[in-house]
């Protein structure tokens, strides 16, 4: 059995209302299924704080502070920042770095994913420098997704098309 985990990341966070981040003109969610220990029934994902543990890598950089304390207030879990720049010390609250090149491949990815033992991945992708890694995250999630494993990625597909600008507007173009 799984339950629901939504993030919410908003313009409340104190990293945006310090001014550590940037524009938050909007609430962004962020929806995860998690498993569900045995024997909690019924009960919410806050009353299983302290049986549910599991280890989360978020991919890049980008915005990875709400993304941080969001996961953080929510449950319980050792946040590895998977990125080509340690934002750890940045972001706090236990967060530990694994370096991934910018132009990392997907053996790579499936390296770091297997050798930290991730439970789930979420990406947290700079759209100027780090938008190439879509398809890779994709294809990777896909070969490393199973029972236990949870990945917040878009489909190798779509991502393959959401990087192609020139693919993109010809099918845009041919939608209408």
């Not at 409340?12 to 962004?28: F, L, M, N």
């Not at 590895?80 to 910018?102: F, K, N, Q």
Request: with cysteine; charged share 25%.
């Amino acid at each position: 059995m799984e339950t629901l985990l939504r993030l919410s990341l908003s313009a409340s966070d104190e990293s945006v209302r310090s001014g550590a981040v940037g524009d938050a003109t909007k609430q962004d969610h962020l929806n995860v299924m998690l498993p569900r220990p045995k024997g909690l029934g019924r009960a919410p994902v806050r009353s299983c704080r302290a049986e549910l543990r599991m280890k989360i890598a978020i991919i890049g950089k980008h915005r990875a502070e709400r993304l941080v304390s969001a996961v953080a207030g929510r449950c319980q879990a050792e946040i590895v920042l998977c990125g080509p720049i340690d934002v750890s010390s940045y972001v706090g609250l236990g967060t530990r770095y694994r370096h991934l090149a910018l132009d990392a491949d997907e053996a790579a990815l499936l390296s770091a994913l297997e050798d930290e033992q991730i439970d789930v991945v979420i990406p947290s992708l700079n759209p100027l420098d780090q938008e190439q890694t879509l398809p890779i995250l994709a294809a990777a999630c896909l070969r490393w997704s199973g029972p236990g494993r949870h990945a917040v990625v878009h489909s190798p597909a779509f991502a393959d098309l959401a990087t192609d600008k020139v693919y993109f507007h010809r099918i845009a173009v041919s939608r209408g």
